[in-house]
């Protein structure tokens, strides 16, 4: 995969995002399904929700790669995005994979996220990761992604009060 552009900051994910979906052309009724860890995946999926919120799709995010258990991601007034509906049919017209699905100790693998894939006709497939992981973790050559956004986070400042002698 090329890179074809570069982006800064919260806006340079969510932008490309947006552009990327809105050039899908998707219909009511379609789905955006998200696959991601529990706790660490969905903030950034619910970040990447609000981003698309006038699209007309359905959006659903379905932790690891359990669509049992795929839930409806809907505008929570005064909160924004949250993955807040019941249980749902998944039939994704977009597979969006999140990094996390490729850190270490996961119990899976990049074979299952392809198999998962491969259950799905007429997809496309977007991944988003922070620091590489995909690649990291060996997974560009497996996954067919159609749009990857790979963030970098460094570095990350921590300033805080010396206890013991603040100033």
């Known amino acids: 995969m090329a890179v074809t552009e570069v982006f800064h900051g919260v806006s340079g994910i969510l932008r490309p995002f947006r552009e990327y979906i809105t050039g899908l052309n998707l219909s009511p009724g379609d789905q955006i399904v998200y696959y991601g860890c529990v706790g660490t995946c969905t903030p950034f999926v619910e970040l990447l929700a609000i981003a698309i919120r006038g699209n007309k799709a ?11 258990k795929a839930k409806k991601i809907g505008y929570v007034e005064d909160v924004g995005m949250q993955v807040c509906g019941g249980a749902v049919s ?4 977009v597979i969006v994979v999140m990094g996390g699905l490729a850190m270490p100790m996961m119990p899976l693998s990049k074979d299952d ?3 998962m894939i491969s259950r ?5 497939v977007v991944g ?9 973790a060996g997974w560009l050559h497996t996954i067919p992604f159609d749009c990857l956004i790979d963030a ?3 570095p990350a400042e921590v300033t805080k009060q010396d206890p013991v002698n603040p100033s």
């Open 152 to 154: 970098q986070l460094n």
């Open 128 to 136: 988003v990761c922070f620091m590489s992981m995909f690649k990291k």
């Open 58 to 68: 359905d959006q659903i995010f379905v932790p690891l790669l359990d669509e049992t």
């Open 120 to 124: 799905h006709d007429n997809v496309k």
């Open 90 to 93: 998944v039939k994704p017209k």
């Open 113 to 115: 996220v392809k198999a």
